[in-house]
Nanobody, 126 residues
Framework: QVQLVESGGGLVQAGGSLRLSCAAS????????MGWFRQAPGKEREFVAA????????VYSDSLKGRFTISRDNAKNTVFLQMNSLKSEDTAVYYC???????????????????WGQGTQVTVSS
């Protein structure tokens, strides 16, 4: 089983940027497709973005496409989420997750993933 640890969250002003990282241990990250989800206070966890094992294929939430970019560095066993033009509604706990396959649109569902990180808080002040 792979262990995932997110980092890079924090407090940022609206319009700013943050880059989240998800570091894997226990297994090599290149074995997995990876996803980012987020959960805002009082709301259900929602899909943000996903990437296949090689980085060649990505998929995004329609509402976030263009502002967020998912990428990976398998040599560093890390997946990234670059977030630009942040808005107050982006405030949430962000989670990374690992899946054994890459299949769209299934990879947008939480149930498709078998391993999750503990989350990192992102707060955007307006």
């Amino acid at each position: 089983q792979v262990q995932l640890v997110e980092s890079g969250g924090g407090l940022v002003q609206a319009g700013g940027s943050l880059r989240l990282s998800c570091a894997a241990s226990g297994r090599t990250l290149s074995s997995y497709s990876m996803g980012w989800f987020r959960q805002a206070p009082g709301k259900e966890r929602e899909f943000v973005a996903a990437i296949d094992w090689s980085g060649a294929s990505t998929v995004y939430s329609d509402s976030l496409k263009g502002r967020f970019t998912i990428s990976r560095d398998n040599a560093k066993n890390t997946v990234f989420l670059q977030m630009n033009s942040l808005k107050s509604e982006d405030t949430a706990v962000y989670y990374c997750a690992a899946a054994s396959r890459y299949l769209v649109p299934s990879i947008k569902r939480e149930s498709f993933y078998h391993s999750w990180g503990q989350g990192t808080q992102v707060t955007v002040s307006s």
